[in-house]
T-cell receptor, first 113, second 112 residues
């Protein structure tokens, strides 16, 4: 069974530029999560989708971050404009449904200079 | 979300058992205890979870105290591939918003 796919794996941008990350969850998984992991810390939830609807975006910095899951499958996370403190690994995870184990992708390492 | 407390790091020898402790004194009756681990340069992976009774699976065992205020993840025979950061997480049952709240975890070092 294919795992969660993410691209790109690495991205370097200058501050004030925009960037987008893509996630393809495991087939059939209804729930999709985006996490941000700053070096030396545990991942922090940014947003949770159930199919194509947002369940929780309370920790998403909505002035610069946006995310969508239009057809209830793939998802994109965008940052515009990026700040230095956005340098982190962005992890996508999916689960068959809420309350079930989450499967994580390899992450996208973002460096903002 | 209720908070968990774990040691920053632990060290063990290869092929020996490892006991990773977690304190969660403010756990509520509907909180499940989940363990995830993160190998270097990878996303976290699910290890095990439980509510009240001890649990076993192919990866590990989870021992839960009778008052549920602490738990221990047991790796029966550690290998070098078990070197990772281990996270103990409380997760409320019932669906809805259920993103994982990660702490800093325990960095497990395995000596050959």
């Amino acid at each position: 069974e294919a795992g969660v796919a993410q691209s790109p794996r690495y991205k370097i941008i200058e501050k004030r530029q925009s960037v987008a990350f893509w996630c393809n969850p495991i087939s059939g998984h209804a729930t999709l999560y985006w996490y941000q992991q700053i070096l030396g810390q545990g991942p922090k939830l940014l947003i949770q989708f159930q199919n194509n609807g947002v369940v929780d975006d309370s920790q998403l910095p909505k002035d610069r971050f946006s995310a969508e899951r239009l057809k209830g499958v793939d998802s994109t996370l965008k940052i515009q404009p990026a700040k230095l403190e956005d340098s982190a690994v962005y992890l996508c995870a999916s689960s068959l449904d809420t309350s079930l184990e989450q499967y994580f992708g390899p992450g996208t390492r973002l460096t903002v200079t | 979300d209720a908070k968990t407390t774990q040691p920053n790091s632990m060290e063990s020898n290869e092929e020996e058992p490892v006991h990773l402790p977690c304190n969660h004194s403010t756990i509520s009756g509907t909180d499940y205890i989940h363990w995830y681990r993160q190998l270097p340069s990878q996303g976290p992976e699910y290890v095990i979870h439980g509510l009240t009774s001890n649990v076993n699976n192919r990866m590990a065992s989870l021992a839960i105290a009778e008052d549920r205020k602490s738990s221990t993840l047991i790796l029966h025979r550690a290998t070098l591939r078990d070197a990772a950061v281990y996270y103990c997480i409380l997760r409320r049952s019932g669906g809805g918003a259920d993103g994982l709240t990660f702490g800093k975890g325990t960095h497990l070092i395995i000596q050959p």
